[in-house]
């Protein structure tokens, strides 16, 4: 079901400095889009890894018309249940997201007007500390996540925990951080 060797292949090229990091974002949520067979596929970072207030969308893919955007920024202010959820289990998984209690809060602001039906959001971690997280969202129904595209995308994003701790120590720690 899931091209391991794909996003393998896109973490080498990361580690050994072939991707530029937008380059390498870009790829990757396109791959995960296509792979976790959902609409949007993104990856995010917590500003402030400590607090976990806040996430950065360094990049998403919609595959209903094929574009990437970057740079929203959502607060915990604005939606509290949503990082109360990330901070304590690192992982929400939400078929049906408008009738979700911890993703709810995104009903009017952003799953409407986007038409977003289902969530499913993994942790990422660089050495043991929180980086940020993936996001896949579906938008033309409700996507019943399987324990296999939870497992998945774990397993993604501890690859991607190396990969960037690596590029990182390479290039001083700086070349992912926006």
């Not at 079901?1 to 080498?12: E, G, I, N």
């Not at 917590?46 to 094929?66: K, N, V």
């Not at 969530?119 to 050495?127: E, H």
């Not at 996540?145 to 497992?151: D, G, L, V």
Request: aromatic share 12%.
């Amino acid at each position: 079901m899931f091209d391991k060797p794909r996003v393998l292949a896109l973490s080498k090229g990361l580690m050994d400095g072939s991707f530029e990091a937008d380059l390498f974002y870009r790829k990757l949520t396109h791959a995960l889009a296509e792979e976790m067979g959902c609409t949007r596929a993104s990856l995010w970072r917590y500003p402030d890894p400590l607090l976990r207030d806040s996430i950065e969308c360094l990049r998403l893919y919609d595959r209903t018309d094929a574009q990437w955007s970057a740079g929203a920024v959502l607060k915990e202010d604005d939606f509290g249940p949503y990082f109360e959820a990330m901070r304590q289990d690192n992982l929400i998984v939400a078929a049906n997201a408008r009738a979700n209690a911890v993703t709810s809060c995104f009903n009017e602001i952003y799953f409407e007007p986007l038409g977003i039906y289902s969530l499913l959001d993994v942790g990422i971690n660089i050495g043991g500390a929180p980086y940020g997280l993936f996001c896949c969202e579906n938008t033309t129904d409700i996507l019943e996540w399987t324990t296999a595209h939870i497992e998945y995308l774990r397993q993604v994003g501890t690859l991607l925990g190396f990969a960037l701790k690596k590029a990182q120590g390479e290039q001083g720690g700086t070349a992912f951080e926006q």
